[in-house]
């Protein structure tokens, strides 16, 4: 067997304990699309993880610093944390990355926190959606309260075009940041806008709605970001010209992506052959023609800008940002690394019991052996970004890291098959980025996983995910080395789980939900609450939480849902059109959190036993 072939399994076990084969058909496919890893040549990087023995043969070692040394006797000696290189005396250049044995994770921490939908949490300053400046704002209400840390959505980039993406998480890239989670007030140069108070008025107006209307937002968001960059373009700015600099190639083609977007009004796939690659001599010579060369310098500044106001909302309160699994093939990353990307493959998961149809996301996945032999810089680079001003960073479906359930286009969910990571480099790169920013991190371990994988995540000091949906046991027996939290953005809150409504919505939109299983968590929530079938939502919600409490997990945390008894989850898996996914705002302005009654009454629960201790 190839070692290509080794890293496809023809069948799985799903959480249940039953066998799965995967169709012929589609291990074939799956096949040609991975390539022949001998013939695409060796590996470009070798992860070395803390006290491992490797051999290397004789040549020069160039350290990340700066220093260099020779390997004469073909042992590498212990290298200090980081990216190095090593260049043989026969061979070719190998990229040498030394991890640590696990993630950043203080002895002590014992916090809590808010689980917050960023662009649902409009204040009454918001422009149609919540921004860097109301997050600024809850992380000051929240840390007044002894709270911890802030989990959000992902603020990634999606393409600059008409329609916006809703969806977190179905970016363009995950590397950089949306626009529309801007507070354009607090841009340098806003208040050379003579009618900035028009205009935002206009925008507030959009808050009226708890539809957000991203596309009217961006459009009022950009318009007013030209004109602030016309009047400032001119001027010298070093921390500007110093953030692009850091920021290198990325920042660079992420903005001539955006450029390009712009000029052709889609994705990638649909421009000119000759500029589909960012490494042709096409795309170089566009770049460099002025108006879309302008573009370029905008579209870097907005990101300069973005970056300013996401450090000093980080300020008030750690924040652990979400890194969702994949990114959209039309879009600036699956551009910039359409090399290592397997075509005509998306990923998604098998069937559950919440989700029996299966779900194909429709992100491209990467080669794992393509991966390695562009030395993980795609991989560095993004978990790298997450992890800018954060405090910790929770990564949307772990198991990604071990396999991903690859499913052929044109194909259902059920006709997919799993294809294996390179897991232990993947992880020793997760470690090493987590130690520099001395950020923890979070694994969403939930549906189908491999004790294996679990035990591997656990001596990484990577925290377990654990959803009382899900579990079995009481909180008290939840374990210590894990985030702890009720539901997330795709389940049920607790008022639409207790009153029904999400499983009527489920009904209505004809999606077969599991409905034995739905009775069976309301039932167990009725014993773990004491609550009568009359007992108001705002009782069982606050009773939940304090079921919570008493989890001896490192991280408790809350959704602002539940603290505004919030009936409709944010997304509803299998729907598109049917169910305003990702656009919910929360029913109302956040400055009413400081008079809510059964907010505090969560704050008190989760507080108890835990010292206000920062994660960083």
Not at 66 to 82: H, I, M, Q, R
Not at 99 to 120: K, M, N, S, V
Request: with cysteine; hydrophobic share 40%.
């Amino acid at each position: 067997m190839s070692r290509q072939a080794a890293s496809i399994q023809d069948h799985y076990v799903d959480a249940f304990g039953k066998r799965h084969e995967a169709p012929k058909e589609t291990l074939d496919v799956i096949h040609r699309a991975i390539g022949n890893r001998d013939r695409d040549g060796v590996g470009g990087s070798r992860v070395i993880t803390e006290g491992d023995v490797v051999v290397l043969g004789r040549g020069r070692i160039r350290l990340e610093d700066g220093g260099s040394f020779l390997t004469t006797d073909g042992v590498c000696p212990p290298l200090p944390p980081g990216y190095h290189d090593f260049i043989p005396d026969d061979g070719k250049p190998l990229r040498l990355i030394a991890a640590p044995a696990a993630c950043f994770l203080p002895e002590d921490l014992r916090t809590w926190g808010w689980a917050i939908q960023l662009y649902a949490a409009r204040s009454r300053r918001s422009w149609g959606i919540g921004d860097l400046s109301d997050l600024r704002r809850l992380g000051r209400w929240a840390a007044k309260d002894g709270a911890g840390i802030a989990l959000i959505n992902p603020l990634a980039a999606p393409t600059p075009t008409l329609p916006q993406q809703p969806s977190p998480y179905f970016p363009s890239s995950r590397r950089f940041r949306s626009p529309l989670y801007l507070r354009i007030e607090e841009v340098d140069g806003a208040n050379a806008l003579d009618d900035l108070s028009t205009v935002a008025a206009r925008a507030r107006a959009l808050n009226r709605d708890r539809v957000i209307d991203r596309d009217a937002v961006f459009t009022l968001k950009m318009t007013a970001l030209e004109r602030i960059w016309n009047s400032v373009r001119r001027r010298d700015s070093p921390e500007l010209d110093a953030f692009v600099r850091e920021q290198a190639q990325g920042l660079e083609r992420f903005a001539i992506f955006s450029a390009l977007a712009e000029r052709f009004q889609s994705g990638w796939h649909a421009w000119p052959q000759e500029l589909r690659h960012p490494g042709s001599a096409a795309v170089g010579n566009l770049a460099r023609q002025r108006p879309i060369a302008d573009r370029i310098r905008f579209h870097t500044w907005v990101q300069f800008e973005l970056d300013r106001q996401l450090a000093r909302a980080s300020k008030t309160l750690a924040v652990m940002q979400d890194l969702p699994i994949g990114f959209d093939p039309d879009g600036a990353d699956a551009w910039e690394f359409q090399d290592v990307l397997a075509q005509g493959m998306s990923v998604g998961a098998p069937p559950d019991e919440f989700n029996t149809k299966g779900q194909d996301w429709g992100l491209p996945p990467f080669v794992p052996h393509r991966l390695q032999q562009a030395a993980y810089e795609p991989f560095i680079q993004t978990i790298r970004a997450c992890l800018r001003h954060a405090g910790g960073l929770r990564i949307d479906h772990v198991m990604g890291l071990f396999r991903l359930f690859w499913i052929p286009a044109g194909r259902e969910p059920r006709a997919g098959a799993y294809v294996r990571s390179e897991a232990r480099d993947l992880l020793g790169i997760v470690a090493l980025e987590s130690v520099r920013a001395r950020a923890i991190v979070v694994g969403e371990d939930l549906g189908t996983v491999e004790e294996e994988a679990r035990r591997e995540l656990a001596a990484r000091r990577v925290l377990s995910y654990r959803v009382l949906w899900f579990e079995q046991e009481s909180p008290s027996r939840y374990p210590q080395q894990a985030l702890a939290a009720v539901t997330t953005h795709d389940l049920p809150t607790i008022a639409g789980l207790w009153t029904g409504s999400d499983l009527a919505a489920q009904k209505e939109l004809r999606l077969a939900p599991n409905e034995k299983g739905t009775r069976e968590i309301a039932a167990r929530i009725r014993r773990l609450t004491k609550a009568a079938s009359r007992t108001p939502p705002a009782a069982v919600i606050a009773r939940v939480y304090e079921a919570l409490a008493r989890a001896p997990s490192r991280i408790l945390t809350a959704t602002l849902d539940d603290a505004m008894s919030v009936e409709e989850r944010p997304n509803m898996p299998a729907t598109k059109d049917e169910w305003p996914n990702w656009s919910l705002a929360l029913p109302e302005p956040i400055e009413t959190l400081e008079t809510n009654r059964l907010a505090a009454r969560i704050t008190r629960a989760l507080r108890r036993k835990r010292r206000a201790r920062r994660t960083r």
